[in-house]
Structures are given as C-alpha cells and as structure tokens.
C-alpha cells in the first residue's frame, strides 16, 4: 500500500520561531509537493520538487523554503513563523508526470501564537 | 488563466439520496480531470480520473464523474449516498504541458441520517 506519512499531526509555535515540517513517501516517486490548504481557498501550492536537490516554486512560496536531501524525503521550512502560517499543510507525491495521481499525506495541523 | 470552479460551498443530503457535485473548468487545452475526497482529519484520496476515451468515469466508492467538453463540466455523482461520504470533496484540472494540479475550492458533503 502507498504511503506518504508528516512528522506530526499537529504542532504549536511561536511567532518567529523556525519551524521544520517533513514528509517522507516510500513509494520511489520522483516528485513531492507540499500544499497550503485554507477554508475556502482549497489547496495552494507552495513547492515542490522534482528530483533530489531541485525545486521549484510554486503559487505561494514567500515566507517558506524546502529541501530535498533524499528521494523519499520532502521538508517544508519555515524561517520565521507567522501567524498568518496558520494553517494545514499537506504533503504529496507522484511518479513520473507532475499532474499525474498525487498521494497525500495526512497532513500538519499548524498553529503559530 | 486557468481556474477551476466548485459553485458549492456546502451540499447537505438525506442519507440514500442520490448526489452531484459540480466542477467547471476553464482550459485552452485538453484537461486531465481529478476528484478527490478529503475525509475529515486526514489526507486527500484520489476518487478517479479522466485523462481520454470514455467520457463517463467509474471511481472507487461507487462514484462516477461524466467530462462535458461542451460544458467545461466534470460533475461527480454518487446514486445512493452512505453516511461515511460525509468529507470534503475537491475537484482538480491539469494539462499535459503545465506542471502542476489546479485544485477547485471544495465542496463540503453533509449527510443526515
């Protein structure tokens, strides 16, 4: 069975603190992604990547950087926390073509105080 | 530019009763058509898609979606709705030359008993 599985459910920070949000898949999928999603305003993309050590932006990257060190491992940076960051974040992945079927983990639950 | 319309925010049916939900899309070229579920907590789970050939798609949970090129129209629909439909559901549109998914806003599914 496919999985992308975050590193936490849910997280509390404060404002200006760096906060590090990771993804990992364990299907050998050339590309991840990571995505905002906010009532509303469905799913944003923030960055994604394409293969170990490239990325690119996407709809939204201010405030956020990433890094892809590995093929399995996806992170999404955040310099400096805002409140406005508040937000579920969702991490995917899909072989091949970028548009194809995405798996998405289940997502981090941020709250910046 | 492209854009993919949900018109429904919010969508409340009896349990068994039958259900669509609408997606509109604006694309210049051929799309690949995406319906996802997100049930509540978790991640997005690919319902089914359309790339080419029959224009009636069957998903799994005994969804199926209908592409109208005329119409720009991908609705989903669902004959006998169950309780545990109750999710958001997200429609989204891709080409073969972009890079990346559009997703619609969401539509939230209701179900009373």
């Known amino acids: 069975d496919v999985k992308v599985t975050q590193s936490s459910r849910y997280l509390v920070k404060r404002t200006g603190e760096k906060v590090f949000l990771e993804c990992v898949q364990d299907?050998?999928?050339?590309?991840m992604f990571w995505y905002r999603q906010d009532p509303g305003l469905g799913l944003r993309l923030i960055y994604f990547s394409y293969d170990v050590k490239m990325k690119e932006k996407g709809d939204i990257p201010e405030g956020y950087s990433v890094s892809r060190e590995k093929k399995e491992r996806f992170s999404l940076i955040l310099e400096s926390a805002s409140t406005n960051q508040t937000s579920m974040y969702l991490c995917a992945s899909s072989s091949v073509y970028r548009w194809e079927t995405q798996y998405f983990g289940p997502g981090t639950r941020l709250l910046v105080l | 530019a492209q854009s993919v319309t949900q018109p429904d925010i919010h969508i409340t049916v009896s349990e068994g009763a039958s259900l669509e939900l609408r997606c509109n899309y604006s694309?210049?070229?051929?799309?690949?058509l995406f319906w996802y579920v997100q049930s509540p907590g978790q991640g997005l789970q690919l319902l089914l898609k359309?790339?080419?050939?029959?224009?009636l798609v069957q998903g799994i949970k005994g969804f199926e979606a209908e592409f109208k090129r005329s119409q720009s129209s991908f609705n989903l629909r669902k004959p006998s709705v169950h309780w545990s439909d109750a999710a958001e559901y997200f429609c989204?549109?891709?080409?073969?030359?972009?890079?990346?998914?559009?997703f619609g806003t969401g539509t939230r599914l209701q179900v009373f008993p």
């Open positions: 694309y210049g070229a051929t799309p690949y």
């Open positions: 989204a549109v891709a080409t073969y030359n972009t890079d990346k998914l559009i």
């Open positions: 359309y790339f080419s050939g029959d224009t």
């Open positions: 299907m050998d999928h050339e590309n």
